[in-house]
């Protein structure tokens, strides 16, 4: 089982962030469920943090694609901003930084993989985001954000439009609080060539099949036709 790192100096390095104040960014990597194992614990959890972060990534991400894209429209540039503050992308930005290796969380939650959840680790990145803004100012934040999400928009807009078990996730858990499951229903063709069908459901109810020469394509296309279904 993993544990928290408590010495923040190598995050700060691997930010290029020095805090002034070492408290707030130990803030930012407080979950609530840790809270609940230890009362007498004197701090909040991030909640708030994320609260600012996740404005302040609007604010910012909004006034790049603002300035980006002069021609687009209203609703086009919404539907970009949303996809690069997303859950997914979001989730996946924190693990390449590795911030989950940095969670305070209950024994619960770490048990049940707390640290590589993805809506844990989205909220996690942006309570970093509020903590950087507090302590540090609106230009470094933004040199943050440049540096992790602007720089490689495009790349991150394409790799979301591409994940459509994500968006299928996404939807579900707003809709529903539950993750859609997959299984494999045939496959067919010689070992060498091999042809995958799979389903998936939301609960007992299919959504959608996919083929694919392997799982993950095939989940990947049942995912794209659920979507699909649930549009029409």
């Known amino acids: 089982m993993t544990t928290s790192k408590t010495d923040l100096s190598s995050l700060q390095k691997?930010?290029?962030?020095?805090?002034n104040n070492e408290e707030l960014l130990k803030n930012a990597f407080i979950h609530r469920s840790y809270l609940n194992e230890h009362k007498n614990f004197k701090s909040n959890s991030n909640e708030r943090l994320e609260f600012l972060g996740d404005s302040v990534l609007s604010v910012i991400v909004s006034k790049f694609l603002y300035d980006q894209l002069t021609r687009s429209a209203e609703g086009q540039l919404t539907q970009l901003r949303s996809t690069l503050v997303?859950?997914?992308?979001?989730?996946?930005?924190?693990?390449?930084?590795?911030?989950?290796?940095?969670?305070?969380?209950?024994?619960?939650?770490?048990?049940?993989?707390?640290?590589?959840?993805?809506t844990i680790l989205a909220n996690t990145f942006e309570a970093l985001?509020?903590?950087?803004?507090?302590?540090?100012?609106?230009?470094?934040?933004?040199?943050?954000?440049?540096?992790?999400?602007?720089?490689?928009?495009?790349?991150?807009?394409?790799?979301?439009?591409?994940?459509?078990?994500?968006?299928?996730?996404?939807?579900?858990?707003?809709?529903y609080h539950v993750s859609p499951s997959y299984k494999l229903m045939n496959s067919w063709g010689p070992d060498?060539?091999?042809?995958?069908?799979?389903?998936?459901?939301?609960?007992?109810?299919?959504?959608?099949?996919?083929?694919?020469?392997?799982?993950?394509?095939?989940?990947?296309?049942?995912?794209?036709?659920?979507?699909?279904?649930l549009k029409s």
Not at 91 to 103: E, P, R
């Open 86 to 118: 997303r859950t997914e992308t979001l989730s996946k930005l924190a693990k390449k930084l590795s911030l989950g290796d940095y969670l305070y969380l209950s024994k619960g939650e770490e048990e049940s993989g707390g640290r590589t959840n993805s």
């Open 192 to 229: 060498h060539n091999r042809t995958f069908e799979v389903g998936v459901y939301l609960h007992e109810k299919i959504l959608g099949k996919g083929t694919g020469k392997n799982k993950q394509s095939a989940a990947q296309n049942a995912a794209k036709a659920a979507l699909a279904g």
């Open 129 to 175: 985001i509020g903590a950087i803004y507090l302590d540090q100012g609106l230009e470094i934040t933004q040199k943050f954000l440049t540096k992790t999400i602007l720089d490689n928009w495009q790349n991150l807009a394409e790799s979301a439009a591409r994940d459509n078990k994500s968006k299928l996730q996404e939807i579900l858990q707003r809709k």
């Open 14 to 19: 691997s930010l290029n962030i020095k805090f």
